[in-house]
């Protein structure tokens, strides 16, 4: 992605988690194995579903669109967060800034969007289980998941366009591991005024879209579940929900705590902390949240590793 660089500042300095030299090696460490469970996590999931014809079916169409999104989302700033941790000075130029902001926010709006088709598709699944094909046709993922990545590159393009209008004349450090939106506002010397309303107006429009779909889908769910007269109707149910409600609260909790909270300098350590829960500790999770009690996927990677070795 090319930028154009309209302020003075060539590259910026980034601070890291911790200036602490001691806590440098172990972090590097542990962040790498998430590294590598991320993307073997991810990676694996996602070329089972393509080899195992019985997950070849929309939730595991979506799912797969989930996985390639962390998969790739992993590789946006996780790379340059380690190398952080064994310089003595973590800069990074200011077109890599750009870049590594637009897909940040490109892969985290898209996100969203998938994790609310995902809500619909369950709905359909125990709501309208004899028009579900119909409702989930493959025209209708395609849509869903095309639309997905297109408002999330809208999304991206708007925040990053915004971003490269604004002058940076000094080159304080962003107090932070990535190039994220308000770290970069707060080292600005021009106006952020239409910066902090295209955030509002974007940032906004995604939680209350994703928010009121997620909601309304499975307040219609638990209406049909509590008029299921069969028990084994309420486990399937509840079964075939459970991992996307974990993976819902785990990606819109830590965002909010990330984001929603005071601007004020005690608030940073903490801001961090949650940060690093959203960006590097979730994408880690998603594939063993939807491996570890997922009947199918269970018997899909025994039926691969049963034609692998036989």
């Avoid at 989930?66 to 190398?83: G, N």
């Avoid at 579940?225 to 079964?239: C, D, E, Y």
């Amino acid at each position: 992605m090319a930028v154009e660089n309209d302020s003075s500042v060539t590259e910026f300095i980034l601070k890291g988690l911790t200036d602490h030299p001691g806590l440098q090696l172990p972090l590097f460490f542990l962040f790498l194995l998430n590294y590598m469970v991320t993307v073997v996590g991810n990676l694996s999931l996602l070329s089972l579903i393509c080899l195992d014809s019985h997950l070849h079916n929309p939730m595991y169409f979506l799912l797969f669109n989930l996985s390639c999104i962390d998969f790739c989302y992993s590789f946006v700033f996780t790379p340059k967060m380690l190398m952080g941790f064994m310089s003595a000075r973590n800069t990074i130029s200011y077109p890599g800034c750009m870049t590594q902001l637009f897909f940040f926010c490109f892969f985290v709006n898209s996100e969203c969007y998938v994790l609310t088709a995902m809500a619909y598709d369950r709905y359909a699944a125990i709501c309208q289980p004899l028009q579900y094909t119909v409702l989930m046709s493959p025209r209708t993922c395609a849509v869903l998941m095309a639309g997905s990545h297109l408002l999330g590159l809208s999304g991206a393009m708007a925040h990053t366009g915004c971003m490269v209008r604004l002058h940076f004349c000094n080159s304080s450090p962003i107090d932070h591991y990535m190039c994220d939106i308000f770290p970069l506002l707060q080292l600005s010397c021009s106006s952020t005024y239409v910066d902090e309303l295209m955030t509002s107006v974007v940032v906004g429009t995604i939680v209350i879209l994703s928010s009121l779909v997620i909601l309304i889908s499975y307040a219609l769910i638990l209406y049909n579940v509590i008029h299921m007269s069969s028990g084994k109707g309420w486990s399937k149910a509840l079964g075939t929900c459970g991992s996307h409600i974990v993976t819902v609260g785990l990606f819109y909790g830590s965002g909010i705590l990330t984001y929603v909270r005071p601007t004020s300098t005690e608030s940073v350590g903490h801001g961090k902390f949650f940060s690093v829960f959203h960006t590097l500790v979730v994408p880690m999770l998603n594939p063993l949240i939807y491996s570890l009690r997922n009947k199918d996927v269970q018997l899909a990677l025994k039926r691969t590793l049963r034609k692998i070795t036989g």
